[in-house]
């Protein structure tokens, strides 16, 4: 096994670990959740992955099924708790991602889905990021932090310098660098 590959099933597994947590923690009422970013997520990660796994593009392409299974399961258990947000931005940002998708099937690209996905997956998690800041109380830290080292391991899967092989790992560890840096913040707060 290559370092990529080693890369790639620690992050994975820590991935996995830091997503059952969040369902579970969502699940149980924990986290208020922001309904755009979570259903963009759903959207635009099953798309990616399919894209991703046409491109050949494996570690990111198993990263964005892992996804689509825990952003349906965010958003179901989101209605089903009634612990959700759904206001103004989130409905733009949703609908910017459903432009995304249209501009793709236009495109016919596979790796053009997965660079204007990925822009759009960027600004849906604008919403998250403002709601955690605003409301401390609405995210659990400790899957974040989790997170953020599975993001940091999962950026050694990046094999070459072709932004299809790199996009997703990058994208990924902003947001999750963000999203860390603002629960830990709260936490300091309190």
Known sequence: MNIAEIAGLISQLLFIAAFIWYV??????GVRVSVSTFTVLAITSLSQAIALYIEQEWYPAVFMSLTTLVNVAAVSFAFRTKNYQFKLFDKIVLG????GIVAW??????????YILSAAVFVSFFPLIIKTFKDPASEARGPWVLTF????????TITSTDPINWIVQARQMFLATSMTIAVLFISRTK
Not at 24 to 29: F, V
Not at 149 to 155: G, M, P, R, V
């Open 96 to 99: 910017a991602a459903l432009l």
């Open 105 to 114: 099937y236009v495109t016919n690209s596979a790796a053009w889905n997965v």
């Open 24 to 29: 579970i923690r969502i699940a149980k009422g």
């Open 149 to 156: 080292f599975a993001s940091s391991i999962f950026l050694l």
